[in-house]
T-cell receptor, first 111, second 114 residues
Framework: GQQLNQSPQSMFIQEGEDVSMNCTSS?????WLWYKQEPGEGPVLLIA?????ELTSNGRLTAQFGITRKDSFLNISASIPSDVGIYFC???????????FGTGTRLKVLA | NAGVTQTPKFQVLKTGQSMTLQCAQD?????MYWYRQDPGMGLRLIYY???????DKGEVPNGYNVSRLNKREFSLRLESAAPSQTSVYFC?????????????FGSGTRLTVV
């Protein structure tokens, strides 16, 4: 079945640093979503991407829909302590409109 | 605040006990979902309801049943809990079961089966 692989699995960074993470699929997606999950909470949608090559920003976050349609990237600039959490990518399961989620990238920011 | 409400937030069960996880949304969404989250596994879809009156299996439905009670409420039942069902359960909703629409998640139910 379809799988979404995220890397890295976890990151420890210093406050102020930029962060990059990616998500790859074994098949083509038509939509990519990026979510953030804070401790004890459910995931919250950050950015949605709908077209290959699309670059979308939400404050300090920027996400890109890979041109192969099999990958997506999320960048966070000038990280701050509240960026801590798990970042998930998600895409619709082939032939359906149900979303599958990646395994997540756990981000920790050291002040 | 508008959103998805899950109850209870925490639950401990003994093996073989049954329980129902409750979920309600007040956004007038048509579609609702149940996911489980396990370390290193991401979120996996258990069951979903595309609209009131319909339910379908997701990726990991074994050991669970669901009821779409009305448009607002979607419950998840464990008939005979097993330790393998120890997990964090999330309910989510969306306007419709269609591509490009993100989900709104509840804050989760942390279930431990001993």
């Amino acid at each position: 079945g379809q799988q979404l692989n995220q890397s890295p699995q976890s990151m420890f960074i210093q406050e102020g640093e930029d962060v990059s993470m990616n998500c790859t699929s074994s098949s083509i997606f038509n939509t990519w979503l990026w979510y953030k999950q804070e401790p004890g909470e459910g995931p919250v949608l950050l950015i949605a991407l709908y077209k290959a090559g699309e670059l979308t920003s939400n404050g300090r976050l920027t996400a890109q829909f890979g041109i192969t349609r099999k990958d997506s990237f999320l960048n966070i600039s000038a990280s701050i302590p509240s960026d801590v959490g798990i970042y998930f990518c998600a895409g619709p399961h082939s032939g359906t409109y149900k979303y599958i989620f990646g395994t997540g990238t756990r981000l920790k920011v050291l002040a | 605040n508008a959103g998805v409400t899950q109850t209870p937030k925490f639950q401990v069960l003994k093996t073989g006990q049954s329980m129902t996880l409750q979920c309600a949304q007040d956004m007038n969404h048509n579609s609702m979902y149940w996911y489980r989250q396990d370390p290193g596994m991401g979120l996996r879809l258990i069951y979903y309801s595309a609209s009131e009156g319909t339910t379908d299996k997701g990726e990991v439905p074994n050991g669970y049943n669901v009821s779409r009670l009305n448009k607002r409420e979607f419950s998840l039942r464990l008939e005979s809990a097993a330790p393998s069902q120890t997990s964090v359960y999330f309910c989510a909703s969306s306007e419709a079961l269609r591509t490009g629409v993100g989900y709104t998640f509840g804050s989760g139910t942390r279930l431990t089966v001993v």
